[in-house]
């Protein structure tokens, strides 16, 4: 069976800095991309950035690029998003997930297999 947990989230003041981790296990998990998307109250969960697990490419979407940096460690199943210059906007729950397959439209939830529960971001003025 197919474990995502995420870790990391706080609450933190407007310029500072968080990194939240996500390890994804599991026996027969293949995984192609592993990617954070981000969910506010009221609002959709979108694409924040994504990772191709082999070869490294990085994807990130336009609200962050310069800010947040997504990076791996394959010994340790583990993805990481580095965020910096925290903004009162990016408050929202952050949810990681894996995809199995080979190509996909990384901002789209339906290319992913696999979510974890969520770990709180919250960013004060």
């Known amino acids: 069976q197919v474990q995502v947990v995420e870790s990391g989230g706080a609450s933190v003041q407007a310029g500072g800095s968080l990194r939240l981790s996500c390890v994804a296990s599991g026996y027969t998990f293949k995984r192609k991309y592993m990617a954070w998307f981000r969910q506010a109250p009221g609002k959709e969960r979108e694409g924040v950035s994504c990772i191709r697990w082999s070869g490294g490419s990085r994807y990130y979407a336009d609200s962050v690029k310069g800010r947040f940096t997504i990076s791996q460690d394959n010994a340790k199943n583990t993805v990481y998003l580095q965020m910096d210059s925290l903004k009162p906007e990016d408050t929202a729950m952050y949810y990681c997930?894996?995809?199995?397959?080979?190509?996909?439209?990384?901002?789209?939830?339906?290319?992913?297999?696999?979510w974890g529960q969520g770990t709180q971001v919250t960013v004060s003025s």
């Open positions: 997930a894996a995809s199995t397959l080979d190509d996909i439209i990384w901002t789209q939830r339906q290319a992913y297999d696999y």
